[in-house]
């Protein structure tokens, strides 16, 4: 039976129809309410706005619920790899063997980039961030691949050229910009330990894979493959819907996800953990500093628009810590300092209040320090977890029947209208 609201205004009143997922979750559709009445709905930053229907992930919020496609987050890092992880959130399904080990062999033999891209790479001025080097990489590469993605078989290629090439990218301009050759991927290595050799292996001394690295960016990546609507993943929805190439879609998450509030957060969380220690370790003045609202300073790696409870990542991210720092035989202070603000803010009452707790960000770059990723690498990490899902999300866009572009409305709050005054009368 379909559900209605009825809204009363003026005197008037119209029904609005009820939209329900399948989780449950409820919706009211206004797509008519400006034909209707006149009137639009004001939501800054969306916070109650819900912009398509998706069947790629669902998270509850108030229960600390994320599944890829159905299937628990919890799950997936336990026993998937991230190359299986892709292909479900991209196709919808796990992959047979075969339809893996193509896959496979797919991301392989397009996983190497265009050798004329290095003169881009070395033109760039040495102290760039990895993320703005990143997100204008991934646009040029279109030029290298002109063909329009209109048919199956070109969106397909360019799916796998994405998934395949920008780990390679991501590697180079970290060798690139330490002034080291490239290191190339090989098919003789998984997708996780790929990158791992092409970010650290040299002429002067290989690279050793541990196994207890690969498994932490293994999970590491599962955990950030996707999100729903999360700023990055409605910028790529945002200007795909203008009909852009995929090449410069996910060239604009990029530069969404290196904002310090979204992607950003896990490098900035180490930079406060540090600015913490070296301010002489007192957490308790950070959760002062972060209550007050004269004061700037936000506990970053803290709160989320969605989650009112722990972030699911984030709880395996913090027992990931544990584990992979005992069995690398590794100990980081700013893990002490971490737990220290977690437990000193978890108890405080304006945290509590405001249903603040730690998201993804806050252990995560200490799992990456761990495995020898450079600080300003580590938005770049989650750049290429994140890949799959935002390629999965604009897939989603572009199959959809009522696929249109997106261009949100306005309240207008200024001048009224008045006449030109030319320069010599004013
Ligand atoms: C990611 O959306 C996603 O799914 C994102 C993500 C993904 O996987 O894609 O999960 C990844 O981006 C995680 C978030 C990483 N960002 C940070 O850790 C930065 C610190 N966090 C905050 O800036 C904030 O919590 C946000 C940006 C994450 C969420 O912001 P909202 O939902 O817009 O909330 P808000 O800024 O309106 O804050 C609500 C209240 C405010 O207080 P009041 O004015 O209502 O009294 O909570 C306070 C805020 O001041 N608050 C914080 C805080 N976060 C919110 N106070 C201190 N420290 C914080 N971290």
């Known amino acids: 039976m379909d559900e209605f609201v009825t809204l009363t205004y003026n005197g008037k009143e119209i029904m609005l129809p009820m939209v329900t997922g399948s989780e449950g979750e409820k919706a009211i559709d206004i797509s008519s309410l400006r034909a209707e009445t006149g ?81 881009f790479y070395q033109n760039y001025p040495r102290r760039a961030h990895p993320m703005g080097i990143l997100s204008s990489m991934v646009n040029t590469l279109k030029a290298f691949y002109p063909t329009l993605e209109t048919v199956e078989e070109e969106i397909n290629i360019t799916m796998t050229r994405l998934l395949a090439k920008v780990r390679t990218m991501a590697a180079m301009s970290y060798k690139i910009s330490r002034g080291h050759e490239i290191v190339f991927p090989r098919a003789d290595l998984t997708y996780c330990e790929n990158f791992l050799n092409m970010m650290f292996d040299s002429p002067v001394k290989s690279y050793e894979m541990k196994r207890e690295a690969v498994n932490a960016l293994r999970v590491f990546w599962i955990l950030h493959a996707d999100h729903e609507q999360n700023c990055s993943t409605s910028a790529v929805r945002m200007v795909g819907s203008a009909r852009v190439n995929l090449y410069a879609a996910i060239s604009s998450g990029i530069a969404a996800l290196w904002g310090p509030l979204h992607g950003g957060a896990n490098q900035a969380v180490i930079e406060m953990l540090t600015n913490i220690q070296n301010d002489g370790g007192n957490c308790q003045k950070a959760v002062q500093r972060a209550r007050d609202k004269n004061d700037p300073f936000r506990l970053m790696g803290f709160g989320h628009r969605v989650y009112k409870t722990y972030d699911p990542r984030a709880k395996i991210m913090k027992k990931m810590c544990d584990e992979l720092l005992e069995s690398m035989h590794i100990t980081d202070p700013l893990l002490d300092t971490a737990r220290e603000l977690e437990e000193i803010a978890l108890k405080d009452p304006y945290f509590v209040d405001h249903n603040l707790y730690p998201n993804i960000d806050f252990y995560s770059g200490i799992v990456l320090r761990a495995i020898g990723i450079p600080t300003n690498m580590f938005t770049v990490l989650f750049a290429l977890g994140r890949l799959p899902g935002w390629i999965a999300q604009w897939r989603e866009s572009t199959d959809d029947p009522h696929w249109k572009i997106s261009r949100p409305r306005q309240i207008y709050t200024g001048s009224q209208k008045y006449d030109y005054v030319p320069i010599h009368a004013r």
């Open 39 to 119: 009137f639009i709905t004001l939501d800054p930053g969306y916070a109650n706005t819900g912009s398509c229907l998706s069947s790629i992930t669902f998270m509850d919020g108030e229960k600390g619920i994320l599944r890829y496609r159905g299937i628990p987050v919890e799950q997936l890092a336990e026993h998937s790899t991230f190359k299986e992880t892709v292909y479900l959130l991209i196709n919808g399904r796990l992959p047979d063997r075969d339809e893996l080990t193509q896959f496979s062999v797919m991301l392989n033999d397009n996983s190497l980039v265009h050798t004329d891209l290095k003169a």
